[in-house]
């Protein structure tokens, strides 16, 4: 079975400082898909940023940035310029390529602090 | 254009009764997911439509859990005999198609079963 595991129940940053999330998956398919969700208190999931495994280049969106170490099974979310709208929890997630179930890491509660 | 809408957004019911919570894709989404945040499982998968194919629904936890789309269009989820273990937020989410396409999801619908 896949599994997601993200080790920071609890992160901080300073506003404008870079911070940096890990996300580790265990798997043994060599096609999926790997996600980084944003939940604010407003509870609505919102995508981030989205990795396809076959990419070898890392996926940007403007200040964030993954990590995405294929060998190692480590997919990290760094965020740069921190804002204080940017803290909330935050999930990693996993999908085989043509599977639909999301498989969900238990999330990093981000702090900003002015 | 308009994202995935849900409603009520908070329910509080007693034990026993039964709740229905809505989901309203984005147009033009042809896949529809339900997933269950819970403080200790967080989140999981209920349940899958794609167009007129039979929904999986592997993920839900008991045959007190039901769910349909009607028109392809919005789904309604049924919890029978709610149970405090019940309690959590319900969230949706729609996709172009199944597969490889991007999950976006709803605020959810947080129950609350005394």
């Known amino acids: 079975a896949q599994t997601v595991t993200q080790s920071q129940p609890e992160m901080s940053v300073q506003e404008a400082e870079t911070v940096t999330l890990s996300c580790t998956y265990d798997?043994?398919?060599?096609?999926?898909?790997l996600f980084w969700y944003k939940q604010p208190p407003s509870r609505q999931m919102i995508l981030v940023i989205r990795?396809?495994?076959?990419?070898?280049q890392n996926a940007t969106e403007n200040r964030f940035s993954v990590n995405f170490q294929k060998a190692a099974k480590s997919f990290s979310l760094k965020i740069s310029d921190s804002q204080l709208g940017d803290a909330a929890m935050y999930f990693c997630?996993?999908?085989?390529?043509?599977?639909?179930?999301?498989?969900f890491g238990k999330g990093t509660l981000l702090t900003v602090n002015p | 254009g308009a994202g995935v809408s849900q409603s009520p957004s908070n329910k509080v019911t007693e034990k026993g009764k039964d709740v229905e919570l809505r989901c309203d894709p984005i147009?033009?989404?042809?896949?529809l997911y339900w997933y269950r945040q819970s403080l200790g499982q967080g989140l999981e998968f209920l349940i899958y439509?794609?167009?007129?194919?039979?929904?999986?629904k592997s993920g839900l936890p008991s045959d007190r859990f039901s769910a349909e789309r009607t028109g392809g269009s919005v789904s309604t989820l049924t919890i029978q005999r709610t149970q405090q273990e019940d309690s959590a937020v319900y969230l949706c989410?729609?996709?172009?198609?199944?597969?490889?396409?991007?999950?976006?999801f709803g605020p959810g619908t947080r129950l609350l079963v005394l």
């Open positions: 989410a729609s996709s172009l198609e199944g597969g490889r396409e991007t999950q976006y």
């Open positions: 798997t043994s398919e060599s096609d999926y898909y």
């Open positions: 990795q396809e495994a076959y990419k070898q």
């Open positions: 997630a996993y999908k085989v390529g043509s599977n639909y179930k999301l498989t």
């Open positions: 147009s033009g989404h042809t896949a």
């Open positions: 439509f794609q167009g007129n194919s039979a929904p999986d």
